[in-house]
């Protein structure tokens, strides 16, 4: 009888969890769509547990939306994580969240997993570029025909804004 109340109180809990808008979940189409709008874009991949994320979040980031011209560049943010209410809020306290979507990946969320995910999502958007995936953020610059531009932006503001002049 335990048992079955844990049981029933776990399938609770997970029901429970913060469903995503299907609409925020990035694949192959969704991109088209989102960089086929401007000239380039800038793809940010993260997750939460990275504390280099965390900081471009905070600051980076929204001081390069701030500064580049909006009529030729965008910024793509994707999270790789599983945890959506944490990835809304750290969205939401950047002031970045018009173009914030998921990667749907399998496993947990943490580890070689989302690593597989980045690397099955980037080859099979971009499978003529070997961009690097050895570590999170993965930050790249693509143009409107998914030609990959910058195979790795740097994580500083200073030195983005020096690629993109």
Same mark, same amino acid.
């Given at each position: ?8 109180l ?7 969890s913060?469903p ?8 192959s ?10 000239d380039?874009t ?5 997750? =939460?547990?990275?504390?280099?994320c965390?900081k471009?979040l905070?600051?980076?980031?929204? @001081?390069?939306?701030q ?9 793509l943010?994707i999270a790789v994580s ?8 750290l ?20 580890? @070689? ?19 690097? =995936? ?13 030609e ?5 932006l740097?994580? =500083? ?5 020096e690629?993109?002049?």
């Amino acid at each position: 009888m335990r048992c079955l109340f844990v049981v029933t109180l776990l399938l609770l809990l997970f029901s429970c969890s913060h469903p995503v808008d299907k609409k925020r979940i990035i694949d192959s189409k969704k991109l088209d769509e989102i960089i086929s709008k401007k000239d380039k874009t800038l793809v940010y991949i993260w997750t =939460t547990w990275c504390s280099g994320c965390r900081k471009s979040l905070e600051k980076t980031l929204p @001081k390069l939306i701030q500064d580049i011209n909006e009529e030729e560049y965008q910024l793509l943010l994707i999270a790789v994580s599983k945890n959506r209410a944490e990835v809304d809020s750290l969205v939401e306290a950047s002031g970045l969240n018009n173009n914030s979507f998921f990667l749907d990946f399998i496993g947990p969320d943490k580890g @070689k997993f989302q690593s597989i995910g980045i690397r099955q999502f980037l080859k099979s958007n971009f499978p003529n570029e070997k961009i690097y =995936t050895g570590g999170i953020p993965v930050f790249v610059l693509v143009s409107r025909d998914k030609e990959v531009l910058v195979k790795k932006l740097p994580h =500083t503001y200073d030195g983005v804004m020096e690629i993109l002049k």
